[in-house]
């Protein structure tokens, strides 16, 4: 998992953050600062090596381990430096006769000097950010990185549009042990077929279209034709009326890109609810009794979808609720 790491000078004001991959926050931290430990190995000024916290697990312990065998590596590599420091320190003192730092770490040129194309106040930069630093950056914070859900939802209907890198990224969530479950949904025949022959006709932008839960409903595209069907199976439970809610802002667009007829409307949920559901039903409320409501279609979510004094969202795909492809 990857987890943002926020380090602080101990010997200034500044500040840096970075992100890790590591099993646990303690592993990331003590992977942080072994990064800070090597850091400071380039000092002029020779400091001792962080010791790591040591986490509890077996794996992370291994990885610490390891860790400590490359710093013994360091520390002898640090002796050697530590023995050249009178070179090192003439050559800060030629860098700083001919850049200057402010307070804020800027570096300004004293007198103009380049070489490979590399300006060298970039050069004076580079080397007080990565070498002017006597003590280890601490870490303060090891936080979790979580992604806005709006970018995570848009970036995988982005995804979804590519069904073989949709298929790569729906094994890779299996593979991480991610549960899924695979929606599907079926148009009940019966009632659309009134609508083609015109025997039982609806307007989808006026008519009472409402979307319901239920619980192990098993729907038949064949025979299930009224609400009637379906409603003996619909849930129960806190924040959820019986018969559903109602479908707002319904649209009907025809797509001349991919030649498709598009039923669409604005996503339904259950607000403050406790419920459990495995199915919904999409249905016409036509004010009468259950066996004159048309089904239109039902949706198997594929597992039972629950909540508990939350919200429970339908969210449409993209293309729409009902969608009919004339090619």
Same mark, same amino acid.
């Given at each position: 998992m990857l987890y943002a790491v926020r380090l602080e000078s101990q010997t200034d004001e500044q500040w840096r953050e970075m992100t890790v991959d590591a099993e646990s926050p303690a592993l990331a931290r003590a992977l942080a600062r072994q990064k800070e430990a090597a850091l400071v190995g380039f000092s002029l000024i020779p400091d001792e090596p962080v010791e790591p916290e040591r986490p509890g697990d077996d794996a992370s312990a291994a990885r610490l381990d390891q860790y400590l065998v490359e710093r013994r590596e360091y520390q002898q590599a640090a002796q050697t430096f530590a023995s050249q420091r009178e070179q090192g320190e003439a050559a800060l003192e030629g860098l700083e006769a001919l850049y200057e730092v402010d307070d804020a770490g800027k570096v300004r040129e004293t007198g103009k000097h380049e070489a490979n194309g590399v300006t060298a106040s970039r050069r004076a930069k580079a080397h007080y950010h990565a070498h002017h630093q006597a003590q280890p950056y601490k870490v303060v914070s090891v936080e979790p990185v979580i992604p #806005?859900?709006?970018?995570?939802?848009?970036?995988?209907?982005?995804?979804?549009?590519?069904?073989? &890198?949709?298929? +790569?990224?729906?094994?890779?969530? +299996?593979?991480?042990?991610?549960?899924?479950?695979?929606?599907?949904? *079926?148009?009940?025949?019966? %009632?659309? +077929?009134?609508?083609? #022959?015109?025997? *039982?006709? &609806?307007?989808?932008?006026? *008519?009472?279209?409402?979307?319901?839960l239920h619980t192990a409903f098993t729907f038949d595209p064949d025979t299930h034709d009224f609400f009637n069907d379906a409603s003996g199976s619909e849930v129960t439970g806190t924040g959820y009326t019986a018969t559903g809610v109602t479908l707002a802002s319904k649209t009907s667009t025809y797509d001349t890109a991919t030649d498709q007829i598009r039923l669409d409307a604005a996503d339904v949920s259950?607000?403050?609810? %406790?419920?459990?559901? %495995?199915?919904?039903?999409?249905?016409?409320?036509?004010?009468?009794?259950?066996?004159? #409501?048309?089904?239109?279609?039902?949706? #198997? &979510?594929?597992?039972?979808?629950?909540?508990?004094?939350?919200? &429970?969202?339908? /969210?449409?795909?993209? /293309?729409?609720?009902i969608v009919f492809d004339v090619t």
């Open positions: #806005d859900p709006l970018t995570l939802v848009q970036g995988l209907a982005a995804v979804h549009e590519h069904g073989e &890198f949709w298929a +790569k990224t729906l094994q890779a969530m +299996k593979d991480a042990g991610l549960p899924l479950a695979a929606v599907t949904a *079926a148009l009940a025949g019966v %009632t659309w +077929k009134g609508q083609i #022959d015109g025997s *039982a006709p &609806f307007v989808w932008s006026s *008519a009472s279209v409402q979307v319901s259950w607000t403050t609810s %406790t419920i459990s559901a %495995t199915d919904a039903v999409v249905w016409i409320n036509t004010g009468g009794a259950s066996s004159t #409501d048309p089904i239109l279609a039902a949706i #198997d &979510f594929g597992a039972t979808v629950s909540t508990t004094a939350g919200t &429970f969202q339908i /969210t449409w795909d993209a /293309t729409g609720i």
